[in-house]
């Protein structure tokens, strides 16, 4: 009943992001909200899509984060740190070496900082019939990854060492009703505004051509 009435409110609210990837979303629930907070202020809403499991003891894989940002502003700077804090707590030194390279392409698809209602959804999705994890930001595609990575981020945020309890309790669909209802709605009022969409559109065209130029050389 209380995932359900989550789900409700999801589909509700987000319409357009929902419709976006709907590939994704016929095979994919919500699983639930959580706030990616530091010294009690809130930095980014998520909202963690999983597989349907028939079993409550089973453990749903991943298959969509989706972030918005709340603050005004978001530097590139801290948003790198905070996901280095978070993924270096979980998974360790020696797994943070063999991932470097595709962090470092991660937190390099920011050409500038995050504002405010900037949507960012890291996503399974398939090129060629291979599994890779796509990473949009305000519906523009920006950059590729590798099947693991979706899997790596979001077990920095529900596994044991989490930045902080409620945001794992939130994500894992386990909080207050009340709580979870109420990040929903803050979640569905941030939206990019047009002009920023078109802003990030001029990431994408420089992503791609940089991408190019990688391939020639």
Do not use: C
């Not at 909200?33 to 409550?56: C, H, I, P, R, T």
């Not at 386990?174 to 802003?199: C, S, V």
């Amino acid at each position: 009943m209380h995932r359900t009435f989550i789900l409700s409110i999801s589909l509700i609210l987000f319409a357009f992001s929902i419709a976006s990837h709907a590939g994704d979303a016929e095979a994919a629930e919500l699983q639930g909200y959580g706030a990616f907070s530091q010294l009690n202020k809130d930095w980014m809403l998520l909202a963690l899509y999983s597989d349907a499991v028939e079993d409550a003891s089973q453990t749903p894989t991943p298959q969509r984060l989706e972030i918005k940002i709340v603050t005004e502003k978001f530097s590139q700077r801290r948003f790198r740190q905070l996901w280095l804090d978070a993924l270096v707590v979980e998974h360790g030194p020696e797994k943070m070496d063999s991932i470097q390279a595709e962090m470092t392409e991660f937190f390099n698809i920011l050409q500038g900082p995050l504002k405010q209602g900037d949507a960012l959804v890291i996503s399974r999705s398939e090129i060629e019939g291979l599994p890779i994890t796509d990473v949009t930001l305000n519906y523009h595609n920006l950059a590729q990854l590798s099947e693991s990575f979706l899997d790596t981020l979001v077990q920095s945020l529900v596994g044991k060492h989490p930045p902080t309890q409620a945001l794992k309790t939130g994500l894992m669909g386990h909080q207050k009703l009340r709580d979870q209802t109420n990040i929903a709605i803050r979640f569905g009022r941030l939206e990019p505004t047009l002009p920023r969409i078109a802003e990030i559109s001029r990431w994408s065209r420089r992503a791609l051509a940089r991408n190019e130029r990688i391939a020639i050389n």
